[in-house]
């Protein structure tokens, strides 16, 4: 058995959680449940860094001490991850006694060891900010670009890590191991950061007299270690360094993931700090990029910052894991916007892989009565170029996933979903079930049914619950324990016959994309409120006087009903048309021939329920005879579909 030790950044209280937070997290969260899922032994840890005089400061604006402040927003972080599915088996604080035990002891074993020094310290410091300033920083007149006021030279003694020490290993170490920094452009940009000259020593304090947030050193009672290395050593503290029992069974095989903000103090800082402190490194550091909004970065002061939790409610906890880990390529920058969320949500959630579920369910039940049928031999797929397709899906859904291209990964095993959508076109169940082809449509059924298992348990990484309601439509219950993925990435058959599966399956309605404005403009609202006003209160009813007016009787002789499109093709003799089956309750579904081709694809169709006039007299369209009729709208520029504005059973009548 393997092991995996996965850890965040801790993130500063100095701020609310925002979107980069969570997608760190949820990335963390992907790849504990994704080894998890591998059977790998696996912790994850999370957690705040809570010293330093930024902490100070925020504290001191929201008027209350720092151990208050850090207390109420370490909490904010600490009850955001459940709620974003995340599973962490730990959240440390810097400011728990163990950590300060752990920072100690560390601190004295490389200061016996001859690498922290006392160093005099000359430099350019703003007393506003509390800290030393270089030229760079400074505006043209040499003043602090916040305070406007020009620095104080100061002279002040503070404790060196010997880090330049180090350098000449870890260039070795990192030219040695491929990928100890992943993915290659963050590893080139070390290296060249260390090929630029020589490292810098790290300062490591700060005197009491200008900061007293911070763990105090052992050896000097007149200073405290100043933000890295006291952040930096979270990761070896949680798993209780020096003799824990996790320690010893996951230290070396430990992957960090960050952003590229933080890249020197885990590529450089935190190895050589392992390497003095006689340690091992890591195996791996995971660097993903930043997401921006309309390409410039998130602040506060620019009000772009992007909520996680105002998006999972909006829509839905599952689609926000997805759409963040199918969007951005791992290493690169990404744009986030609520408009390709809902993109993804409708293209690959609802029609991709939500129509295949309530498509393959509905034929169930109406072929087999809801029960999984018995294909007879369960060793392979009805169709053998689907098995090796499968096959293919699942083997690069695992292995991109395990090197963190999320994306790509997803991508494969949406290729899975989008064969089994066209397998379903391309075997047309319902001829089968016409013809009496029971045989061969237990086959086709087995093997749909099968292979959706199969995409439930790989989702599960990122889209838990999902996975878990895909599993028990399926009449089965998720049971990590119980997984074997190789096992199934390879297998086949594992699904018994006569399993009773849900009534239905709505896993992702689809969704309206954002409105720029949402409410109208209050002129507007005044003209409306003019308009109804000078409306009379009733229009006169009289039917029969009023030209164009029908009866009520007139109106009930239409029958429409609601139905779901089981498939659509192409007219064969018609470019504006499509051959459409909807599953309208009936002993076989409905053929209809409709003119929406200049406005959907096939794809747009699938599952979607949609109203139809059931009761036209039947008439053939190019040589297709069309049996009803589905009822639309015309927009400007397109076409919206009618429907129910829920799930409703195929065939309810519409009155
Ligand atoms: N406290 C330090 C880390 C110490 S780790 C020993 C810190 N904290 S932080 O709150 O600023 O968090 C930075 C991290 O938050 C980034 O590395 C990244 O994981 C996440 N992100 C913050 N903003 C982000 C984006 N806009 N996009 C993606 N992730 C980002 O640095």
């Known amino acids: 058995m393997s092991r995996f030790f996965i850890t965040t950044p801790i993130y500063y209280v100095n701020a609310k959680p925002h979107l980069g937070h969570a997608y760190t997290t949820i990335v963390a969260d992907s790849l504990a449940r994704f080894h998890r899922l591998c059977g790998d032994e696996t912790f994850f840890l999370t957690g705040t860094d809570e010293h330093g005089d930024k902490i100070v400061q925020a504290a001191e604006k929201a008027a209350s001490t720092p151990q208050q402040y850090v207390d109420t927003v370490s909490a904010q972080f600490r009850d955001l991850w459940p709620e974003l599915g995340v599973t962490n088996d730990d959240f440390i604080r810097?400011?728990?006694p163990?950590?300060?035990?752990?920072?100690?002891?560390?601190?004295?074993?490389?200061?016996?060891?001859?690498?922290?020094?006392?160093?005099?310290?000359?430099?350019l410091y703003c007393y506003g900010c509390?800290?030393?300033?270089?030229?760079?920083?400074?505006?043209?007149?040499?003043?602090?670009?916040?305070?406007k006021v020009p620095p104080a030279r100061i002279s002040e003694a503070n404790y060196f890590f010997r880090m330049s020490k180090y350098q000449g290993w870890l260039k070795e170490h990192i030219l040695a191991n491929p990928d100890f920094i992943r993915p290659e452009r963050y590893r080139n940009e070390v290296l060249s950061m260390l090929d630029m000259g020589v490292l810098d020593d790290l300062c490591i304090s700060r005197p009491k007299s200008r900061l007293t947030w911070g763990i105090e050193l052992p050896f000097d009672t007149g200073y405290v270690t100043y933000v890295w290395f006291d952040a930096l050593i979270n990761y070896i503290t949680a798993l209780g360094w020096p003799d824990g029992e996790l320690f010893a069974r996951f230290w070396e095989h430990t992957d960090h993931l960050v952003a590229k903000d933080i890249l020197k103090p885990h590529a450089v800082f935190w190895p050589?700090?392992?390497?003095?402190?006689?340690?091992p490194v890591y195996r791996h550091l995971n660097v993903h990029g930043y997401w921006l909004v309309k390409d410039t970065k998130m602040s506060k002061s620019l009000g772009n910052v992007v909520e996680p939790l105002a998006l999972?409610?909006?829509?839905?906890l599952d689609a926000f894991?997805?759409?963040?880990?199918?969007?951005?390529?791992?290493?690169?920058?990404?744009?986030f916007s609520e408009d390709a969320l809902v993109g993804r949500l409708n293209a690959d959630l609802a029609n991709d892989l939500g129509n295949l579920f309530s498509r393959v369910l509905a034929m169930t039940h109406k072929y087999f009565g809801g029960q999984v049928p018995d294909p007879g031999a369960r060793t392979a797929p009805a169709d053998p170029a689907l098995g090796e397709l499968a096959r293919n899906a699942l083997d690069n859904y695992a292995a991109l996933f395990g090197r963190l291209e999320f994306g790509?990964?997803?991508?494969?095993l949406w290729e899975l979903v989008r064969a089994l959508n066209k397998y379903v076109d391309a075997s047309a169940p319902w001829t089968l079930f016409k013809e009496g082809r029971t045989g061969e449509l237990a086959g086709v059924m087995y093997t749909l049914l099968e292979m959706m298992r199969k995409v439930a348990l790989c989702v599960w990484p990122v889209m838990p619950a999902t996975a878990e309601a895909m599993t028990a439509q399926l009449g089965g219950r998720f049971d990590l324990a119980r997984v074997d993925l190789d096992a199934e990435i390879r297998g086949f058959g594992g699904l018994e016959p006569g399993t009773v599966l849900a009534a239905g399956s709505n896993?992702?309605?689809?969704?309206?994309?954002?409105?720029?404005?949402?409410?109208?403009?209050?002129?507007?609202?005044?003209?409306?409120?003019a308009r109804e006003k000078a409306q009379p209160a009733k229009a006169a009813p009289a039917a029969q006087q009023t030209p164009g007016v029908i009866d009520f009787a007139d109106f009930q002789k239409l029958d429409l009903r609601v139905g779901t499109v089981l498939a659509a093709e192409p007219h064969p003799d018609a470019d504006r048309l499509f051959v459409v089956q909807v599953d309208l309750g009936e002993e076989t579904p409905r053929q209809v021939v409709a003119g929406l081709r200049e406005f959907f694809q096939a794809e747009d169709l699938l599952g979607r329920q949609v109203v139809v006039v059931a009761n036209l007299a039947p008439r053939p369209l190019r040589g297709k005879t069309s049996h009803g009729m589905i009822l639309a709208v015309r927009r400007e520029g397109g076409m919206e579909l009618l429907t129910a504005s829920g799930p409703v059973a195929p065939g309810a009548k519409v009155s």
């Open 272 to 279: 050589t700090m392992l390497r003095a402190a006689g340690l």
């Open 94 to 96: 810097t400011t728990e």
């Open 321 to 335: 894991r997805y759409f963040l880990l199918r969007e951005m390529r791992f290493g690169r920058d990404a744009s």
């Open 507 to 529: 896993l992702f309605p689809r969704v309206e994309p954002p409105r720029e404005e949402a409410a109208p403009r209050p002129a507007a609202k005044a003209k409306e409120k």
């Open 312 to 316: 999972k409610d909006r829509y839905g």
């Open 130 to 147: 509390e800290q030393f300033l270089t030229e760079k920083d400074l505006d043209a007149d040499g003043c602090c670009p916040d305070h």
């Open 98 to 123: 163990r950590h300060r035990q752990v920072v100690q002891a560390v601190l004295q074993k490389v200061y016996d060891a001859g690498d922290i020094y006392l160093k005099n310290y000359e430099g």
């Open 408 to 412: 790509q990964a997803l991508e494969s």
